[in-house]
């Protein structure tokens, strides 16, 4: 008689920690779209909204959340 023993992959992540990280990859992807435009089609002109407070504050602060969440499914141990 043969017995199978064919052993399940260990994966180093959990779903749940794919999921986390998932979301904060979309939170980066969103600071990032947050963060472009404002740009001017004729470089003569001057465009004030390059430093508007969505390009300036809002989406560094979106981006570095999103780091924040994606090191946190990297450290969240879901064995415990």
């Not at 508007?52 to 450290?75: E, H, K, N, Q, W």
């Amino acid at each position: 008689m043969k017995t199978n023993n064919k052993q399940q992959p260990d994966f180093l992540f959990e779903k749940v920690n794919y999921k986390i990280l998932l979301i904060g990859l979309g939170v980066i992807i969103l600071g990032f779209i947050l963060m472009s435009g404002g740009g001017s089609d004729d470089p003569k002109v001057f465009n004030e909204s390059v430093f508007d407070f969505r390009r300036i504050r809002l989406a560094p602060t979106t981006v570095l959340i999103g780091f924040g969440i994606t090191i946190y499914s990297i450290f969240k141990n879901p064995k415990k």
